[in-house]
């Protein structure tokens, strides 16, 4: 790395590609954005690099460091394009995972939608052995019944196997025998264990998880096979690493190995980004909103930390890994509006993707979307879209407009525009505001943190709705995953599952098993190749009052003040939950050390403002009922010295903000063009 200058950051999302690239010898920091290839997303990350080597004056073969994040494992979930699987587990206990939890989410709905069940009946195998919560023996693993086992997998076609027995959290060496036999039984066969992927209490999501890895492995092993193959075109040879839904990165061995890790990769660098800026600004509270072409992401950071869950969800399928806690909906730029039976406007979550897009890219596109909306009211210059790399097809958008959405409903075109923002600004607040709620969070006390190529032109208006104050965009908003991902650590994360007090009499049990966690972190990190003086590990530990079936993550920071522990266990539950009960028994259900090998991090420099006007003009906007001359800004050429008064539109290569009216916007530290309102 340090012979080769050049740092790329890559987030793959649903339309497009991208790119944030670092250059070391000139501390300058460049945003790229090519559109996303779906049958194959290495083929639009190369391009992409390409491009910005080609737009940006440096050799691939300058690249030393390239981290990726992507969307290959969700997108296989979501898609169902995965691998057959077999799981094999505990006899008895082979149909844990239709069961699932007795939850249900539509209590009215007579014929509710069943529960995702990724590995059918005949593919879920029982083995005989069994073991106690404690971890002792009480039947031993019976190998005789081996090749029964193995024919049973050969006539099923596996082609990945789940392996998660009862209670192997506690002892693991039950699964890890069967692997070992199932290896030299059949070499080429992956194999995943839950000792490994989720070494933690509670049966199914213990089982989702497990299955969920193994049926995604030869999908992401296909993947990184392609991309590998690719790498050395050109001399383009960097390291290689993944992002993973921790926020931190991982090899592509880890990755090839764990997929289930991947799920949230991309989005988690929007996460990441949020929490640096935090920290350069000062502004310890944000709630970051990231609204690409296919999705609207939240997340939140709460006093300077961005939040981290150790469980969540893709499509219903419960995934018991550390994650970045967000909220997804499908309202992106390209989400379609329509009009249904009953006369009602809905805006998403169907998405046009990047193929065909919005009609506005002219690509075979028919049905209106957000990014529709935004061009047919002024909002959107279409001889500047993408900086000027793609024109937008007015004509044929308003026509479009008018079919779909404006002659169904008795509207003209622009008031059909504006019912599309007003709805998807309202699913925006709600999801904003869901975030903020529910962790007993008040708006009024965030700022609004504004990205995505999509983000700034509902930004001032959603804060609006949420009674915030101050909207940030930062710069090269359209590509800020890519920042975060940038500047993102090796993370590992490790745990153990014990229920033990949260007691001084148990300290000394705690506390073994919190070193034992501490030293397998830092071998990890050594095996990863980080050097000591970068390597840091942290305990946190889940957390619950006697007799709660959930539990709240909680950092311990004063290791081994196990008081202070419990004070910041009943602070967390106070605020999330209205009360607390300083005399109630707590518990301690499984400890965690979240191991981070720092990498390094090249001295940036800001971009002196393009010497040239930043007032651009003024163009015809359609705003509160009426078309009137709104002033445009170039971004790229702001000063300090200047103030926009809504309404304005301020403009830049990878997006455009709309500042509302009543809203004011300069300037701030680092560049961030900061909007506060007057009301």
């Known amino acids: 790395m340090n012979e080769r200058p050049v740092r790329i950051a890559v987030d793959i999302g649903g339309t497009f590609t991208d790119l944030q690239v670092l250059d070391a010898r000139s501390g300058q920091v460049h945003a790229w954005k090519t559109p996303t290839t779906p049958e194959d997303p290495s083929i639009g990350l190369l391009r992409g690099v390409a491009e910005a080597s080609e737009r940006f004056g440096f050799a691939l073969s300058d690249v030393g460091l390239l981290l990726h994040g992507t969307t290959i494992a969700t997108n296989a979930v979501l898609e169902r394009k995965l691998a057959r699987g077999v799981l094999l587990t505990t006899a008895g206990f082979e149909d844990v995972l239709e069961i699932h939890r007795h939850v249900r989410r539509e209590l009215y709905r007579l014929d509710p939608d069943p529960f995702p069940c990724l590995i059918e009946r005949d593919c879920r195998l029982g083995v005989p052995e069994r073991l106690r919560a404690d971890g002792s023996v009480e039947t031993p693993l019976d190998e005789a019944a081996l090749p029964a086992l193995l024919a049973r997998i050969d006539a099923l076609g596996a082609e990945t196997v789940a392996i998660c027995l009862l209670h192997a959290y506690a002892n693991p060496s039950h699964e890890r025998r069967l ?26 999501e213990r089982s989702s998880t497990t299955v969920l ?39 592509l061995q880890k990755a090839a190995e764990q997929p289930a890790r991947l799920l949230l990769s991309g989005p988690s660098g929007g996460a990441l980004a949020a929490g640096r800026i935090a920290q350069l600004l000062g502004q310890p509270n944000l709630v970051a909103v990231d609204m690409g072409g296919t999705s609207f992401d939240v997340s939140v950071v709460q006093e300077g930390r961005v939040s981290v869950v150790t469980q969540g969800e893709v499509d219903r399928l419960p995934v018991r890994l550390p994650m970045v806690e967000m909220r997804t909906i499908g309202a992106g730029g390209g989400s379609i509006a329509s009009v249904d039976a009953g006369g009602r406007l809905t805006v ?30 002024g909002r959107l210059d279409p001889d500047y879209f993408l900086g000027g790399l793609m024109q937008l097809d007015m004509p044929a958008t308003e026509a479009a407009m008018a079919a779909s959405v404006a002659t169904p409903l008795g509207l003209s075109i622009q008031a059909a525009a504006q019912g599309i923002l007003t709805v998807t600004n309202a699913n925006l607040g709600a999801a904003v505001r869901l975030s903020l709620f529910e962790k007993g969070l008040d708006p009024r006390e965030f700022a609004l943190l504004s990205f995505g190529g999509a983000g700034g032109l509902h930004a001032t208006d959603v804060a609006a709705e949420m009674g915030i104050r101050e909207v940030i965009f930062p710069v090269e908003p359209g590509t800020l995953s890519a920042y975060g991902i940038l500047y993102s650590d090796l993370v590992q994360d490790l745990a153990r599952s014990r229920v033990i007090p949260a007691q001084e009499a148990h300290l000394a049990d705690i506390l073994a098993m919190a070193e034992t966690l501490r030293a397998e972190a830092d071998a990890a990190l050594a095996q990863d190749g980080v050097a000591a003086g970068a390597r840091e590990v942290a305990i946190a530990a889940d957390m619950r009052y006697h007799g709660q079936a959930f539990e709240l993550l909680v950092p311990w920071p004063e290791l081994p003040d196990l008081g202070a522990l419990r004070r910041r266990f009943h602070a967390m539950h106070k605020q999330r939950f209205s009360y607390a009960d300083e005399a109630e028994a707590v518990e301690i259900v499984t400890l965690r050390a979240i191991a981070t090998g720092r990498l390094p991090k090249p001295a940036t420099r800001q971009a002196a403002p393009a010497d040239r006007p930043a007032r651009k003009g003024s163009r015809r906007v359609f705003d509160a009922g009426a078309w009137q001359d709104v002033p445009v800004w170039d971004r790229a050429a702001l000063t300090e010295a200047d103030r926009i008064d809504g309404p304005a539109i301020v403009e830049e290569a990878f997006a455009t903000h709309w500042i509302g009216r009543g809203w004011t916007a300069a300037l701030g530290a680092t560049g961030a063009l900061i909007a506060r309102s007057a009301a």
């Not at 039984?185 to 209490?201: C, F, G, H, N």
């Not at 998403?348 to 506005?360: E, I, K, L, T």
């Open 179 to 204: 692997q070992a036999l199932l290896a030299a039984a059949r070499p080429q066969l992956p194999v995943s264990i839950s000792a490994d992927i989720s070494p933690e209490i509670r049966e199914f």
């Open 213 to 251: 890895n193994a049926l995604l492995v030869p999908v992401v092993r296909a993947y990184l096979r392609r991309l590998e193959q690719r790498l050395g075109e050109g001399g383009f040879s960097p390291l290689v690493f993944l992002v993973q839904s921790n926020g931190g990165v991982c090899s």
């Open 348 to 377: 998403g979550p169907r998405s046009a993707g990047s193929r065909p897009g919005p009609v506005a890219y002219g690509r075979g596109g028919t049905e209106p979307t957000v990014t529709d909306a935004n061009l047919v009211l």
